[in-house]
């Protein structure tokens, strides 16, 4: 059963903590990206990586880090400099960047 | 940075009627892409268009691109309640390390 994991899917934390969102795909994809989600903003780009060991920043990557240790994993940890981390945050993956894109099922964060 | 961006913002329409979605982009791009979003779940893809295609179907999809106007629309025929859903369109700019930008979306409610 092939595809794309992320845990958990709901994730509450105390605003200050830093938060590591787990993604893992088992597609053998070369391209992974990290999207957040808001109410009636749609999809913006927050990190994506084209292959093992590497990253770039997409349009609003202030405040969130990630790791490329392995082709299969691509976490995202939102720290505490992230002024409004509550969101609904995607995870996906691709053969290549601007192909068709696999999107995980999500992870809801809720800092209060 | 938004490039595509979807009009109407929603449409409700009764299962059986058409709908057609529209989406505008601002630079030269490789590719565009419609998704599908079910409340709370992750994005499916449902089709992608070159730019050098002028019309593609799937089904009860069809997409047509037009690069003069820089605009592509989405009709789904003969609607159904299952329809429901947010659609967005997605457009990989040309250029070195292009990657996918997404629209705000369009809410799409179909009334049994």
């Known amino acids: 059963d092939g595809g794309i994991t992320q845990s958990p899917k709901y994730l509450f934390r105390k605003e200050g903590q830093n938060v590591t969102l787990s993604c893992e795909q088992n597609l053998n994809h070369d391209a992974m990206y990290w999207y957040r989600q808001d109410p009636g903003q749609g999809l913006r780009l927050i990190y994506y990586s084209q292959i093992v060991n590497d990253f770039q920043k997409g349009d609003i990557a202030e405040g969130y880090s990630v790791s490329r240790e392995k082709k299969e994993s691509f976490p995202l940890t939102v720290t505490s400099a992230q002024k409004n981390p509550t969101a609904f945050y995607l995870c996906?993956?691709?053969?290549?960047?601007?192909?068709?894109?696999?999107f995980g099922p999500g992870t809801r964060l809720t800092v209060t | 940075s938004q490039q595509g961006e979807e009009d109407p913002q929603a449409l409700s329409i009764q299962e059986g009627e058409n709908a057609t979605m529209n989406c505008s982009y601002k630079?030269?791009?490789?590719?565009l892409q419609w998704y599908r979003q079910n409340s709370g779940r992750g994005l499916v893809h449902l089709i992608l268009i070159r730019s050098n295609e002028r019309e593609k179907h799937s089904g009860r999809l069809r997409v047509t691109l037009d690069t003069s106007k820089k605009s592509s629309s989405l009709l789904i025929t003969a609607s159904r309640a299952a329809d429901t859903a947010s659609y967005f369109c997605?457009?990989?700019?040309?250029?070195?390390?292009?990657?996918?930008?997404f629209g705000k979306g369009i809410t799409l409610s179909v009334r049994p």
């Open positions: 630079t030269s791009i490789n590719n």
């Open positions: 996906a993956s691709s053969t290549l960047t601007g192909s068709r894109v696999y």
């Open positions: 997605a457009t990989d700019s040309t250029g070195a390390n292009s990657k996918l930008t």
